[in-house]
């Protein structure tokens, strides 16, 4: 199994209980984090890919592409 965590495993939940799993059968269970699994022939990369909206302003957040600075014009 091969388990890429996303945010409903964060939301008020930690991700302890596939770590133990991991830990337990690491030749059955894998936790991606950032990482990659190579399983036969096939690699397999995975991460978790987060947004920190806190990182730009709220009110510009909402509004379409062609109304923010920093988007193409066409």
């Known amino acids: 199994m091969i ?3 996303g945010n409903h495993e964060f939301y008020h939940h930690d991700i302890v209980l596939i ?3 991991e830990v337990q059968a690491p ?3 894998h936790l991606q984090q950032d990482d990659q699994v190579v ?3 096939v690699r397999f990369p995975g991460g ?3 947004t920190d909206f ?3 302003d ?3 957040i909402f509004l379409p592409c062609g109304r923010r600075d920093g988007c ?3």
């Open 3 to 5: 388990q890429v965590p």
């Open 19 to 21: 770590e133990a799993l």
């Open 27 to 29: 030749n059955r269970i």
């Open 39 to 41: 399983i036969g022939a």
């Open 48 to 50: 978790i890919l987060w």
């Open 54 to 56: 806190a990182l730009f």
């Open 58 to 60: 709220a009110a510009n």
């Open 72 to 74: 193409p014009r066409r």
